[in-house]
Each structure stands twice: as structure tokens, then as C-alpha cells.
């Protein structure tokens, strides 16, 4: 017994549509485009990331080296050593090669680190004044 509607109506078969069958496979050459441009941004905003977080350890450092070297019985060399020890502490896996220069003058201490961002030839320098301290007799 052939099939039949609800008001009796002889049920047809109806030809098949071919709807979206020229987009088959598109999916693969669209994640083959847009795969690559994905991780090169995530590779770039990592890079990005080694470099800000480079800069905050020099900045952090500088200014930490330019506190200890600016006050009364402070040095150059202890400014020095302070720079150091902190870059250590925080930018040792993301600045190489950090150069710390220090200038005490009799108004001005300046202080200048520079280095390289890890695993990228960016630089990274930092520069920081303070006045400083000296003690006037009366």
C-alpha cells in the first residue's frame, strides 16, 4: 500500500536538493589558511609578553639601583650590586644579557640598564634620574 498524507493525497517522492554540496571540503582549506595565522598570533602575543615582562624587571631594577646608589652614604658600586641581585630575581629568564650603568653626580644619579628581550633581538632599556641626597649643614 502506497504511502499517503493525512488528507488522503498520494505521497511523492520528491527529488533531492543538492544545497551546499560546491562547499564540500571547505572547512579543510579554511583551517588550512586560517591554522598558521592563529598560532603565529599566539606566537607573537607571547613575545610580546617575554619583552613587557623583561622591561618590568630592568624598570624594577633601575629604580631599585637608583634609590640605593642616590642616598647620603650611598655608592655606584652598591647601586651596582642592588641591580644586579634584583635582575636576577626577576628578569633572569627574560633579559639577557643586562648591562647596568650608574653616574652619581652631585645633583643627579642616573641609571641605565639595557639587555636584550629572551629569545628575541629586541632591546630593552631603561634609564632612570633621581635626585641626589646630600646633607647642608646649617
Same mark, same amino acid.
Given at each position: ?7 488522503? $493525497?498520494?505521497?511523492? #517522492?520528491?527529488?533531492?536538493? $543538492?544545497?551546499?554540496? %560546491?562547499? $564540500? =571540503?571547505?572547512?579543510?582549506? /579554511? ?6 595565522? @592563529?598560532? %603565529? @598570533?599566539? *606566537? *607573537?602575543? =607571547? +613575545?610580546?609578553?617575554?619583552? =613587557?615582562? %623583561?622591561? @618590568? &624587571? &630592568? +624598570? ?6 637608583? +634609590?640605593?646608589? $642616590?642616598?647620603?652614604?650611598?655608592? /655606584?658600586?652598591?647601586?651596582? #650590586?642592588?641591580?644586579?641581585?634584583? *635582575? &636576577?630575581? !626577576?628578569?633572569?629568564?627574560? !633579559? ?6 650608574? +653616574?652619581? %653626580? ?10 636584550? #628581550?629572551?629569545?628575541?633581538? *629586541? ?9 641626589? /641626597? ?5
Amino acid at each position: 500500500m502506497p504511502a499517503r498524507h493525512i488528507d488522503g $493525497r498520494r505521497a511523492t #517522492a520528491r527529488p533531492r536538493r $543538492r544545497s551546499g554540496r %560546491g562547499d $564540500r =571540503g571547505s572547512t579543510a582549506v /579554511e583551517l588550512a589558511v586560517g591554522f598558521p595565522i @592563529l598560532i %603565529g @598570533l599566539v *606566537l *607573537l602575543f =607571547g +613575545q610580546a609578553f617575554v619583552w =613587557g615582562v %623583561g622591561w @618590568l &624587571a &630592568a +624598570q624594577a631594577a633601575a629604580d631599585h639601583a637608583a +634609590q640605593t646608589a $642616590r642616598v647620603v652614604d650611598g655608592s /655606584e658600586a652598591a647601586g651596582n #650590586a642592588d641591580a644586579h641581585d634584583l *635582575l &636576577a630575581q !626577576l628578569g633572569g629568564r627574560f !633579559l639577557d644579557d643586562p648591562t647596568v650603568h650608574i +653616574q652619581r %653626580g652631585p645633583w643627579t644619579t642616573t641609571v641605565t640598564i639595557a639587555g636584550t #628581550a629572551h629569545g628575541l633581538p *629586541l632591546p630593552i632599556t631603561v634609564t632612570v634620574h633621581a635626585p641626589t /641626597e646630600s646633607v647642608v649643614p646649617r
